[in-house]
């Protein structure tokens, strides 16, 4: 952002360069002239680089970061505290500590147990980790943060105590629901009458009785219309029944009504403890969990960023604003909040302090946003801090809270900025008519988009526009899901004839998954794509190899990532053929190109001493061979670089943390590629795009909070000050079905302003699909569409497709076709091994082959000849050697056809099976305690083979050498011995020695 703010100043400030199109509407807003505008940004520039400490830009949290840091003792931090930014790094941890102290804390245990059989029962969850990391990340989330304080004081052995109330509390008055209906019941038995006899029967109040006195399902205590008519209109019986029926009811009436009064009394606080234990055992841990982040703090140093707001609110809001300059060691005299619709009450509340005295000096503040783009409320964002100002927003009457409100007031100017910039006028048209017509009959939605309409500037290029929709009639999601693409793709075609290019078109879906399925079908279709899928790291083959590589260093035998590795290497091209060969191959030993790879149990002898991240450089050279540029690997690398840095150093440890991460590693999106790009509309907020097509079909349930924090008044629950409720119909009866209303509207509100954004970020073309149907409740967004076409007089019944403007009256910039990325040409990767030698003590690595090369050969072959049991492991010993560095590649393969003849030789094949015994260099110690050991010594059934191996010419000392073994070996008791000596010249001689 200081680069975009420098360069347009430094841009403003050129006297030789007419100004861009871009800066054309500044001088007609500041009412300069065009010399005054560049004299003014000439003096600023030179301003801001005189003072350039001064320029602050950052986001709000490393702004509170940078107080934290000053105010770390104060808040009770770690000075040299680590920032955490990612959730799954520190949830695993929480949890971890969490199931650490079940069945060591019996109260704990008691709760933990409740907690996860309560979410089994009401969502059918049943991984307790997955529910629990759910439920550990909200409370990373700034609501409830003051109710939770509240919480401090209690113990686990209190919420049991709180919890035992609760039940008994509930139980008690169930009971007396129960015996209240039956007694009613009883006196219409008394009078020996019928249901019938009764208003409605079983559906009228006699039935209501019924149901209270089983208590099976709440939701009849409101009563139905049959019920409330006896109630309120005195309505007891039928016209049909005679005077003696009509007598008898009479006589017990005004009792039936004091027993449906008094089962009224007790349904408030039915309902309050039965929603409270709903949630009681969340709340339990709610603080256990708040208790764990502090303890997690002080034991490795680190913080989560969502804290950074919740601990200046504790601890730094009553601190004088001048005391927290001073700590920083910088005053700021102008605040300028960008996206402030975005911005969370805590962060707000924390900010105010420091925009209150600058605005008490005089000083200049702006606060910039677009409540029709708040989209981020699951982030912690409150639009209504915006759409309130200059009133604070749910903020509790004080001396305090009145003088800084007044303070906006005073100051407070609001300026609409109503031109569009960005879409040309028939797209902009559209727009300004659909949100009209749709903040029509919802006050919420008015005060969002207050102001909407917005202006087209007057220029030619900004004439015309296309604006399209198409309705797909399906009742089911699934077919609606397989229709669409074939919009999509038609619209696609369309496009590219009139002259769009693939980057000049985005995809703009609701959800991840969404946008994978739009991404692999337009693949599927031969499309160049652009997606966060396409990007993301796990799909990259020859990510996916390394990752096999350094799992299988660790577990050779798992036959699952042993399929993976050799599936990956035929993904990655560097072997071909069909898989079940390729592993078979693998898996029996064979000569194969997939063999060559397979050499892991070597690998972690050779590489174990490395570091992870020298590990992955040396798996991709040794897999790739002359790797090339590939921009997921280099992600790769600086993601094994980051755990690096930050002190890990285990392999284990990487895995395990690329388990937890691979879902979300994605690459940067390029620019200028020439392909279609597919995204969500959150990412897409801030972008503009050619043309956009948009599928944010709402197939689902809109999302949103699904429990609040209330303050409790319960002479019962003494020490319970606060507690989550569940947000459902049954508040009803607590008198706060006005807080499922208000969530209701807001989820409503951030549907329709993702509709906004998504609908926003066209220039000159836009494509809506939506769908029809899908029965009672149908798709909300597809009935928005509907209705506007409806509310347009345009609507017509077998109509499917509507335009706005026309795609051939465009005139498009052709772009210059230049990709502004940069290309990496070489992926640079060295063995630091290569370039530095260190002096081992293995006589082998002292003496180089070219020296000496008949006594260093033959040492050569002797090692690794003790390293072979069976003949399936030539390939992997010759491959340790290699990159052990005592043979070159050319050397390996001379090296590994020999030892193939010795192993596969047909008076030798037979000892290199795994249905012998071998003994390789065993010991043997003679009487006179003088140590043999010969090469092999091989048991199959009831021989004794002894194998010694030889270089260089036959000698009658080779004969006297192997005859002294089977001495040795005849005295240990074995009968029957076999002696071979084998020498290894350029072919393979094997001479059967005669036991003397």
């Not at 039936?256 to 709340?283: C, D, E, G, M, R």
């Not at 004088?320 to 969370?344: A, W």
């Not at 690459?667 to 599928?695: N, R």
Request: aromatic share 10%; hydrophobic share 40%; net charge negative.
């Amino acid at each position: 952002m200081k680069d975009r703010i420098l360069k347009a100043l430094a841009e403003l400030s050129t006297s030789d360069k007419p100004i861009s199109n871009e800066f054309e509407g500044l001088t007609q807003s500041l009412n300069m002239t065009e010399d005054e505008l560049r004299l003014q940004s000439k003096k600023l520039l030179g301003l801001i680089l005189h003072r350039y400490d001064d320029f602050a830009i950052s986001t709000i949290d490393a702004f509170v970061h940078r107080i934290i840091r000053t105010f770390a003792l104060d808040v009770k931090l770690p000075q040299n505290f680590e920032v955490v930014i990612d959730q799954d790094d520190i949830i695993p941890d929480i949890i971890e500590d969490l199931y650490k102290k079940v069945g060591h804390d019996d109260s704990l245990t008691n709760i933990m147990l409740n907690y996860v059989l309560s979410t089994i029962e009401d969502e059918g969850a049943y991984d307790p980790t997955r529910k629990l990391y759910d439920f550990v990340s909200q409370q990373l989330k700034e609501d409830g943060f003051d109710f939770v304080r509240q919480l401090e004081s209690l113990t686990m052995d209190d919420f049991l105590r709180i919890i035992s109330r609760i039940r008994s509390n509930a139980a008690a008055i169930k009971s007396a629901i129960q015996k209240t209906s039956k007694d009613a019941l009883e006196l219409i038995a008394g009078q020996h009458l019928e249901p019938s006899d009764l208003y409605y029967g079983a559906r009228g109040i006699y039935g209501y009785f019924v149901k209270s006195s089983t208590l099976v399902k709440d939701d009849h205590f409101q009563g139905n219309s049959n019920v409330n008519k006896t109630i309120e209109e005195g309505i007891w019986y039928t016209k049909k029944i005679d005077s003696a029926t009509k007598t008898s009811i009479d006589s017990i009436k005004d009792k039936l009504l004091a027993a449906f009064n008094s089962i009224q009394t007790y349904i408030p606080h039915y309902f309050l403890f039965k929603l409270l234990y709903a949630k009681i055992y969340a709340v339990a841990l709610t603080k256990e969990i708040a208790d764990l982040f502090q303890q997690h703090t002080e034991e490795n140093q680190s913080v989560h960023i969502s804290e950074f707001n919740k601990r200046i609110s504790n601890e730094i809001s009553g601190q004088p604003v001048p005391f927290i300059y001073e700590r920083l060691g910088r005053k700021y005299s102008h605040f300028l909040i960008d996206e402030f619709q975005d911005t969370s009450i805590l962060q707000w509340n924390n900010l105010l302090p420091l925009i209150e005295e600058s605005l008490s000096v005089g000083n200049f503040n702006m606060l910039v946003g677009d409540a029709k783009q708040a989209i981020y409320r699951f982030r912690n964002g409150e639009v209504g801090l915006f759409t309130q100002l200059p009133k604070l927003y749910q903020t509790e009457i004080s001396p305090e809270s009145m003088q800084r409100e007044s303070l906006l007031k005073e100051h407070y100017r609001e300026v609409n900025l109503d031109t569009n910039y960005r879409s040309m006028k028939e797209v902009v048209d559209f727009n300004n008519l659909f949100f009209e017509f749709l903040k029509k009959d919802n006050q919420g939605i008015q005060d969002i988009f207050k102001g909407h309409q917005q202006l087209v500037e007057e220029k030619e290029e900004k004439k015309g526009g296309y604006v399209a929709m198409d309705l797909i009639y399906s009742e089911k999601v699934a077919d609606y899901a397989n229709l669409r693409m074939q919009h999509f793709e038609s619209s696609i075609e369309l496009l590219l004839k009139q002259g769009y290019s693939q980057s000049d078109i985005c995809v703009l879906s609701r959800t991840n998954k969404n946008t994978a399925e739009v991404a692999a079908y337009l693949l599927g279709k031969g499309y160049q794509v652009v997606s966060s899928e396409s990007l993301l790291l796990q799909n990259a083959p020859y990510v996916r190899l390394i990752i096999d590589f350094l799992t299988l260093v660790l577990t050779p035998n798992d036959r699952v990532v042993q399929a993976s590795f050799v599936q990956n290497l035929i993904y990655s091209e560097i072997i071909k053929g069909p898989f079940h060969h390729a592993f078979k191959a693998v898996d029996k030993g064979l000569k194969s190109k997939a063999a060559e790879y397979y050499n892991f149990e070597g690998f972690y002898t050779l590489i174990q001493g490395f570091t992870v991240y020298e590990m992955a450089e040396f798996a991709i050279r040794y897999l790739l061979r002359d790797p090339k540029p590939n921009v997921y690997l280099q992600f790769f690398l600086d993601f094994v670089f980051e755990y690096q840095q930050q002190g890990k150093a285990s392999l284990e440890g990487f895995l395990k943390r690329w388990e937890d991460k691979k879902d979300k590693l994605f690459i940067s999106m390029p620019e200028g590629e020439e392909a279609i790009q597919v995204m969500t509309v959150h990412k897409a907020k801030g972008l503009k795009f050619e043309a956009v097509i948009v599928d944010i079909a709402q197939t689902t349930t809109l999302k949103g909070k699904n429990i609040f924090w209330t303050p409790i008044h319960n002479e019962d629950l003494k020490g319970l000050k606060v507690s989550q409720l569940p947000l459902s119909g049954e508040l009803a009866f607590l008198n706060k079905i006005d807080i499922l209303e208000e969530e209701q509207n807001k989820r409503l509100i951030d549907f329709i302003n993702l509709v906004y954004v998504a609908f926003t970020r066209a220039v000159s073309s836009l494509i809506i699909t939506g769908r029809l149907g899908g029965g009672r409740g149908g798709d909300l967004y597809g009935k928005f569409l509907q209705d506007f076409l409806i509310d347009q007089h345009l609507w017509e019944d077998d109509k499917q497709h509507y335009e706005w403007g026309s795609l051939s009256d465009l005139n498009l910039k052709k772009s210059d076709g230049k990709n502004k990325s940069v290309e990496i040409k070489s992926f640079a990767s060295t063995n630091w091994q290569e370039l530095v030698k260190l002096a081992p003590s293995d006589e082998v690595y002292w003496e180089m082959i070219d020296s000496k090369p008949a006594r260093t050969y033959g040492k050569l072959i002797h090692q690794m000849l003790s390293r072979i049991i069976t003949a399936t492991e030539v390939s992997k010993v010759v491959n340790e050697s290699h990159l052990a560095g005592q043979i070159d590649r050319e050397e390996s393969k001379t090296i590994q056809q020999l030892l193939a003849d010795v192993v596969e030789h047909p008076k030798l094949a037979s000892l290199f099976t795994q249905e012998v015994i071998v003994k390789n260099e065993t010991e043997v110690i003679d009487a006179k305690g003088k140590s043999h050991r010969p090469d092999r010594v091989v048991i199959q059934n009831d021989t004794l083979t002894i194998i010694d191996y030889k270089t260089g010419d036959r000698d009658v000392s080779h004969n006297k050498q192997v005859k002294d073994y089977a001495q040795l070996f005849a005295e240990l008791g074995y009968s029957k011995i076999k002696l071979l000596l084998v020498y290894l010249n350029q072919k393979v001689e094997v001479l059967e020695v005669t036991v003397d």
